[in-house]
């Protein structure tokens, strides 16, 4: 992809001076030494001291298929600077697989849970490789996101799309290399709410919400007394909707209740982790609240250097003010740098078809990140008592987080939006005196798309045997487009006062393989004398930093990690 000279040697600058400034926006503080995670005035403290961090998503950790293999990723991850490891502490399978980690079975009508050496115990090394390191396991209960293969659409008269199996197609990823194949709440619809199919039947059904319950007991009884774990998320991007579909009443209420029931019962076993919810971080600006704001009196004085926004509460009428004098102050810029947006950088960065005329803000409402369709409405689940800190996400290639403005170049809007959805979950922390936390954030590179696979499928829709993938345009952005967007987000955290960030997702190399494992052996070469090699990388769905360009945005990471951190555990 082309880029103007001029605009390489800006990128340069950026990346090397965009995340060197330290936190300034509070005084740091102090609290009595406690061996967990406790929260202070919107703030994180580890063992009396203040905890900012800058952290990695590895889902696959308990996969691996040695010990060596786990203590060499977490050894590298925390020479990376980086402090807290986000992992999957699920996978159920609905019958036992001949090889490879499984935590739950879910099947004939009943749970049970492994706790054998490929089983619970793969999750206890990574804990206790974890306390080794230095490093906090962020621990993942449940997942949103199960797709099969072509089997859901046998019930309910429903179409639902599912793996694409047509001989040549990548139907036969080995299981658990991607995030969506370790089970998780689509497992349990499947087998106990059999006549319905519906995907919020995990949120409602009494049956599924014991046997997610007793799990949840049996997972964080396991840990109660570990001062490794950082804290407990109740599942990845809970929302109505899954590659099962939502039953129509499905709406923010039923998901915040579900957060609610499952945090109380959280605590009330472990009163020692935070708990939070793992969310996409979905606003629902004038939904009815179950946990409405208490305005607290006006504050006399406020802490000197508070770089913080002022806080003020989310409305309609509000966003859409905003983004209009946004989308001014772009104009203006894009005016003065008179670089037309049409010659400018330009990505594929969404699905959505690129706009030909300008379009009113208003007349596109707020937006689906914002107006409640998905369900969650994240300013609500973070006022639950029992929730410790907000979670939200930033998957640009997956999610629309604002309305594009045509006058500027495709990738600056996601860029753009990016910045202005980290700003207002730093201040949706600051409304409600709790710590925030970026769980994943990520953008698809041209040499990653191949490998892309969205989070509610199975197939990778610009992979080499992906029959669609000719039919579509380049996907994509550069790897120093990446770097620069990281470079600005990991910067707009700092500034705003974001507690931690977590990059997806971690890089592996030199992995052990075993045959029916995610870390499976390649067969190089045919005829009499094929070789089988012995290491591999770790899994791949499109966001993961191996390959070209990888040395470069650790080094992003790296000195993010620094900043965030002066003061390490
Ligand atoms: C807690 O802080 C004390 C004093 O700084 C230090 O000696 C100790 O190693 C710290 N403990 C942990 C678990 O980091
Ligand atoms: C990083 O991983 C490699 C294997 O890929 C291993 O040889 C090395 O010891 C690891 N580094 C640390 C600091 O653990
Ligand atoms: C479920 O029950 C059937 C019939 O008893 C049995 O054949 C099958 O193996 C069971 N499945 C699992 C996963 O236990
Ligand atoms: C599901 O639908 C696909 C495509 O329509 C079809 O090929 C497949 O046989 C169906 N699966 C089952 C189990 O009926
Ligand atoms: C996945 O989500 C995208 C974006 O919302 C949508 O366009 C696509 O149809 C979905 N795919 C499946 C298999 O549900
Ligand atoms: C959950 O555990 C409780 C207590 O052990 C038990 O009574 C209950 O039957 C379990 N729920 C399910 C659905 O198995
Ligand atoms: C944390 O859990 C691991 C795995 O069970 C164990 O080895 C380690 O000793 C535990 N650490 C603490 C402080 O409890
Ligand atoms: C919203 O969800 C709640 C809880 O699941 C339900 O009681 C209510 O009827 C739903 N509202 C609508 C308008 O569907
Ligand atoms: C678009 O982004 C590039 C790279 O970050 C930047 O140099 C340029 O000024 C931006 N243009 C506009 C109009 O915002
Ligand atoms: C599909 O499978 C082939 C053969 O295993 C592999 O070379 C290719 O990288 C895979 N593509 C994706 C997108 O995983
Ligand atoms: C595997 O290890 C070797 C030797 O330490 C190193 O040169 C190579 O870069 C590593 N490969 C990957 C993919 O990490
Ligand atoms: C399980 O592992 C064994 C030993 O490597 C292998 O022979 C077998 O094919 C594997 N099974 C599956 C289903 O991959």
New binding site residues.
């Given amino acids: 992809m082309y880029l103007a000279p001029l605009v390489q040697v800006a990128l340069s600058a950026l990346l090397v001076s965009a995340v060197s400034p330290t936190r300034t926006f509070s005084k740091r503080q102090s609290t009595a030494p406690s061996n967990f995670v406790t929260t202070k005035n919107g703030q994180f403290f580890f063992n009396g001291s203040n905890l900012d961090f800058v952290g990695t998503n590895a889902y696959w950790l308990p996969t691996l298929n040695s010990e060596q293999d786990i203590d060499n990723t977490l050894g590298n991850i925390s020479a990376a600077g980086i402090k807290v490891v986000r992992t999957w502490a699920f996978n159920d399978v609905e019958s036992i697989p001949e090889n490879g980690t499984w935590f739950q079975l879910i099947a004939n009508g009943t749970t049970s849970i492994n706790t054998g050496p490929n089983g619970l115990q793969k999750l206890?090394t990574v804990?206790?490789l974890a306390?080794k390191h230095k490093l906090f396991v962020l621990l993942s209960l449940t997942n949103n996101w199960n797709p099969q293969p072509l089997l859901d659409n046998t019930t309910a008269g429903v179409s639902i799309q599912g793996r694409d199996v047509t001989p040549g197609t990548n139907n036969t990823l080995p299981r658990n290399t991607l995030s969506n194949d370790y089970g998780g709440m689509d497992v349990y619809v499947r087998e106990f709410a059999k006549g319905s199919h519906m995907h919020d039947q995990f949120y409602l059904n009494p049956t599924i919400l014991s046997h997610f319950t007793n799990y949840t007991t049996q997972i964080v009884s396991r840990?109660v007394?570990?001062?490794?774990v950082f804290a407990w998320e109740i599942a990845n991007d809970p929302r109505c909707n899954s590659s099962l579909p939502a039953s129509t009443i499905c709406n923010t209420t039923t998901v915040t209740q579900f957060h609610s029931t499952i945090a109380q019962h959280i605590a009330s076993i472990d009163p020692n982790h935070l708990v939070s919810s793992g969310n996409q971080g979905f606003f629902c600006a004038d939904c009815p609240k179950l946990f409405p704001r208490v305005v607290p009196p006006p504050q006399t004085s406020a802490t000197p250097n508070n770089r913080r926004r002022a806080a003020k509460p989310l409305t309609k009428k509000r966003i859409l003010e905003e983004r209009k004098a946004a989308q001014k102050k772009a104009r203006k810029l894009q005016q003065r740098s008179a670089s037309p947006a049409a010659g400018g950088i330009r990505i594929r960065g969404r699905w959505m078809s690129t706009e030909t005329k300008r379009q009113n803000t208003e007349d596109q409402g707020v937006g689906s990140a914002f107006d409640g369709s998905q369900g969650v409405d994240s300013e609500d689940i973070i006022n639950i008592p029992q929730i410790g800190f907000g979670t939200f996400q930033l998957f640009p290639d997956q999610n629309s987080y604002g309305v594009n403005d045509p006058t500027i170049p495709a990738f600056n809007n996601t860029v753009n939006q990016g910045l202005d959805w980290i700003r207002r979950h730093a201040e949706i922390g600051t409304l409600f005196n709790k710590p925030v936390t970026l769980n994943g954030f990520g953008l698809v590179t041209q040499s990653n798309a191949p490998a892309f696979v969205p989070f509610n499928t199975t197939q990778a829709p610009f992979g080499p045997d992906s029959p669609t993938a000719q039919a579509q345009q380049p996907f994509g952005v550069t790897d120093q487009q990446r770097d620069d967007a990281y470079s600005q987000w990991l910067q707009a955290g700092l500034q705003s006062g974001l507690q931690g960030m977590l990059q997806y997702q971690w890089s592996q190399g030199n992995l052990t393989t075993a045959v029916g494992t995610d870390i499976t052996p390649t067969v190089v070469g045919t005829g009499t004398s094929p070789v089988v090699t012995g290491t591999g990388l770790s899994p791949n769905d499109g966001y993961s930093l191996q390959g070209v360009g990888q040395a470069q945005v650790q080094g992003v990471i790296q000195q993010a990690a620094q900043a965030f951190a002066p003061d390490a555990r």
Avoid at 225 to 228: A, P, R
């Fill in positions: 206890d804990v206790r306390e840990y007394q570990n001062t490794s």
